[in-house]
């Protein structure tokens, strides 16, 4: 059984003892990490203050991107060699905002990615809904291009370590109820692009997250569906109390199995 994994993704908020207050609060009210894995991706300077105040939670504290190389000079970019001695396990790459804003592409996310998985950090892939149609046999396939754009070349062994995070434009900040049934095909749909490049038995092992409007009244609904393994929260896992209700409504799930 796959493991559920919420994320909270802070984007631009909180400071340094911001971040850390909130490690402190939250750390001992987390589900068991063997069955529920809750981690929260901020600012790279306040990482390493939040490795230190995770303890031994289970916390997971996550890097909001990277670059793909590991020292030189380039200015103004995060190293995945400084994340890994900050105590750093995992590392957000090719977010929506990142494309939009700063122009990231296929090609330098899949660089980070296999930069990443060389450096022993696991990746969390976000891809949106761009997909191409293809006629097998007589069959329509959709086939997620940009996710596999980036996965070009990563080998068996490496895609079992990488998490996937399914983020539609039109719900990415928009403020509105995420639909269920539109997350849980789209991920039914990266889970069968995946099987078709890989193996079916290796779909079978990848976590896929959805990230877009998610919030506490809609999130068991959104992880009850079987291709939807977590979430990826944005403004609403900024408030301590809301992010652990939504926690505490993705555990039911767990309760019904």
Avoid at 98 to 112: A, D, Q
Wanted: hydrophobic share 40%; with cysteine; aromatic share 6%.
């Amino acid at each position: 059984m796959r493991k559920p994994f919420i994320v909270a993704n802070w984007k631009m908020h909180k400071n340094v003892q911001e971040s850390v207050d909130f490690v402190n609060q939250i750390k001992s009210k987390l589900p068991d990490p063997n069955k529920m894995e809750v981690g929260i991706a901020a600012q790279a300077f306040a990482l390493p203050s939040m490795v230190k105040a995770t303890g031994n939670s289970g916390l997971r504290i996550i890097a909001q991107n990277a670059a793909a190389e590991y020292s030189g000079p380039y200015t103004g970019e995060v190293s995945l060699r400084g994340l890994a001695d900050a105590g750093v396990s995992y590392v957000m790459l090719g977010h929506i905002e990142c494309r939009r804003l700063f122009g990231e592409t296929n090609t330098s996310v899949h660089k980070k990615v296999q930069a990443a998985l060389q450096r022993g950090i696991t990746p969390i892939i976000c891809t949106d809904e761009t997909m191409v149609q293809q006629v097998v046999n007589d069959e329509i396939h959709y086939v997620f291009h940009q996710l596999m754009t980036v996965l070009h070349g990563v080998s068996l062994d490496q895609i079992k370590q990488v998490v996937i995070s399914y983020e539609p434009s039109w719900a990415v900040g928009a403020g509105q109820h995420a639909n269920p049934t539109l997350a849980e095909e789209g991920c039914r749909l990266i889970r069968q692009t995946i099987a078709e490049y890989y193996s079916y038995e290796i779909a079978d092992k990848i976590r896929i997250l959805y990230g877009g409007s998610v919030n506490p009244n809609n999130i068991k609904d959104i992880i009850d569906k079987p291709d939807i393994d977590g979430a990826l929260i944005g403004r609403a896992s900024l408030d301590l109390d809301n992010f652990l209700k939504m926690i505490s409504n993705a555990q039911l799930t767990l309760k019904e199995e």
